[in-house]
């Protein structure tokens, strides 16, 4: 069964940095992609950040390019969102999700709030 | 980037109902659409992929088809376990992009 476990969340202040980390079960982690897709209270679905099997390469949307970095430790089979210059507009709940271009498994969330 | 015009924002149904749900692309997306639900507190799950596929363990009463830029999802005879939120994704383009949502409630 596969199972993605998010921890780090939490209420941090604007400009402030925050770690997301991701631990994954069930599949073979190394075989794929992986990504972090984000949901604001009360709205819609927003892609974040994507990172090869191999973390070789990384994509971001403008939104969050230059601030957040995905990374990965195909070791640990942990995938990471380094998230720095935060803005009150990141608080939201970080899904991590496996990436076969559409996203086929999401873990649990975790929350993030951006507040002073 | 690909916009995706999902409607109706919200939908009324009877149980046993047939419901649709439509997604239009800012540009042709080549069928690359998926179809989530989320029911409150929850993570979203996986439907539909590629337009029609219906991913496993998922009932036949969903659905999915589409061309081009315009897209439907259906939910033939309504349950009450289907009372969530809908979400279209295009992901034949970067960045990839959901819909507003749709969120189906009980008549």
């Known amino acids: 069964e596969v199972q993605l476990v998010e921890t780090g969340g939490g209420l941090v202040q604007p400009g402030r940095s925050l770690k997301l980390s991701c631990v994954a079960s069930g599949f073979t982690f190394n075989n794929y992609w992986m990504s972090w897709t984000r949901q604001a209270p009360g709205k819609g679905l927003e892609w974040v950040a994507s990172i090869t099997n191999s973390g070789g390469s990384t994509y971001y949307p403008d939104s969050v390019k230059g601030r957040f970095t995905i990374s990965r430790d195909n070791a640990q089979n942990t995938l990471y969102l380094q998230m720095n210059s935060l803005r009150s507009e990141d608080t939201a709940t970080y899904y991590c999700?496996?990436?076969?271009?559409?996203?086929?498994?999401w873990g649990q969330g975790v929350m993030v709030t951006v507040s002073s | 980037d690909i916009q995706m015009t999902q409607s109706p924002p919200s939908l009324s149904a009877s149980l046993g109902d047939k419901v649709t749900i439509t997604c239009q692309a800012s540009?042709?997306?080549?069928?690359?659409i998926a179809w989530y639900q989320q029911k409150p507190g929850k993570a979203p799950g996986l439907l539909i992929h590629y337009t029609s596929t219906l991913v496993s363990g998922i009932p036949s009463r969903f659905s999915g088809s589409g061309s081009g830029r315009d897209y439907s999802f259906s939910i033939s005879n309504v349950e009450s376990e289907d009372i969530a939120s809908y979400y279209c994704?295009?992901?034949?383009?970067?960045?990839?992009?959901f819909g507003g949502g749709t969120k189906l409630e009980l008549k």
């Open positions: 540009q042709n997306i080549n069928k690359y």
């Open positions: 999700t496996r990436d076969e271009s559409y996203f086929d498994y």
């Open positions: 994704l295009q992901y034949d383009n970067s960045p990839r992009t």
